[in-house]
């Protein structure tokens, strides 16, 4: 069974998504500026919001990691999502996030992906943690460097948008031996973050 942590840190809280985020996860959602950098259709009703987290949810019914919250802990308010997706158990998934652009370059995806990578290689005991992001999506190429992923290559044409768009994406891996080559830097992160089962 998947095990699904929480997590807080200093500015934020990661929990799994909930329902009851729904208002909080349109704010964003429907913004045009935050689906279409991430592949998908900015959401045009609070009802589409509420059956994608409850697609989320599901995830958790068939043994898949669900999608977390970031919640901020002085407003209680969510901000964003981080997930590991296309996950084949004790091998591989994709590290994803969107977060509401008020809230960029605040290092606040940088903290939340450490943390999923944590999640990633401890708990889940994966094997490779895979980072895609389009070519031309320069905050999502700064965060891949910052957190140490090996650039792997170009897929041309690699991913088709809701818009019919084909787009060019970049591949990027973390091993767990990555991990392990990087074992104490992630111990001193970890002392800033306290973990609930």
């Known amino acids: 069974m998947i095990i699904t942590p929480t997590f807080k840190t200093k500015r934020f809280i990661l929990r799994p998504l909930t329902m009851k985020d729904a208002k909080d996860v349109h704010a964003f959602a ?90 990633a290689f401890e708990i889940l005991d994966l094997k490779r943690l895979s980072y895609r992001h389009f070519t031309n999506n320069f905050a999502s190429k700064r965060l891949r460097e910052k957190l140490g992923f090996t650039y792997e290559g170009i897929k041309r044409k690699g991913y088709k948008r809701f818009d019919g768009r084909f787009l060019d994406e970049t591949v990027a891996s973390f091993t767990d031996e990555d991990y392990d080559a990087h074992k104490a830097s992630f111990e001193a992160f970890k002392e800033s973050v306290e973990v609930s089962l």
């Open 30 to 119: 429907s913004l045009d500026e935050v689906g279409p950098r991430a592949g998908w259709k900015p959401h045009e009703s609070l009802r589409e919001t509420k059956t994608y987290i409850g697609q989320c949810i599901l995830r958790l019914k068939y043994n898949k990691p669900g999608v977390f919250a970031l919640e901020l802990r002085d407003t209680g308010k969510v901000v964003g999502t981080i997930e590991i997706h296309a996950y084949i158990e004790a091998y591989k998934g994709e590290l994803g996030m969107v977060l509401a652009p008020k809230y960029w370059g605040q290092g606040l995806m940088e903290e939340a992906s450490k943390i999923l990578m944590i999640y």
